[in-house]
């Protein structure tokens, strides 16, 4: 089993930043792949951006490239979210996610097989 617990969410202005982590214990060759999603109110939980731990590959959704960055600490086991000009359609519950194996694209909800509790980002205008 594997374990995440996000942090680092709250409530800013458009144009800040927040840092968003993710502690990752347990079996940590169960987590090959971390991702973090997010869920707005009434909408479905999207991908935001994922990072393979062996080769530090990284993956962003079009509508945050060049203002998020998904970054990975193996040593302390913690993945990061930098999150930059924050906009208010940032606005949701941010949650880490890890996988095992590619078992399809990365950037599906069904790849991954454990998940944080999630953690709150509100951007007001």
């Known amino acids: 089993q594997v374990q995440l617990v996000e942090s680092g969410g709250g409530l800013v202005q458009a144009g800040g930043s927040l840092r968003l982590s993710c502690a990752v214990s347990?079996?940590?060759?169960?987590?090959?792949?971390m991702a973090w999603f997010r869920q707005a109110p009434g909408k479905e939980r999207e991908f935001v951006a994922a990072?393979?731990?062996?080769?530090?590959?990284?993956l962003h959704t079009d509508s945050v490239k060049g203002r998020f960055t998904i970054s990975i600490d193996n040593a302390n086991n913690t993945v990061y979210l930098q999150m930059n000009s924050l906009k208010p359609e940032d606005t949701a519950v941010y949650y880490c996610?890890?996988?095992?194996?590619?078992?399809?694209?990365?950037?599906?909800?069904?790849?991954?097989?454990?998940w944080g509790q999630g953690t709150q980002v509100t951007v007001s205008s």
């Open positions: 347990g079996r940590t060759f169960s987590s090959r792949v």
């Open positions: 990072i393979s731990r062996s080769d530090g590959n990284k």
């Open positions: 996610a890890a996988t095992a194996a590619r078992t399809g694209p990365l950037t599906t909800r069904r790849v991954y097989n454990f």
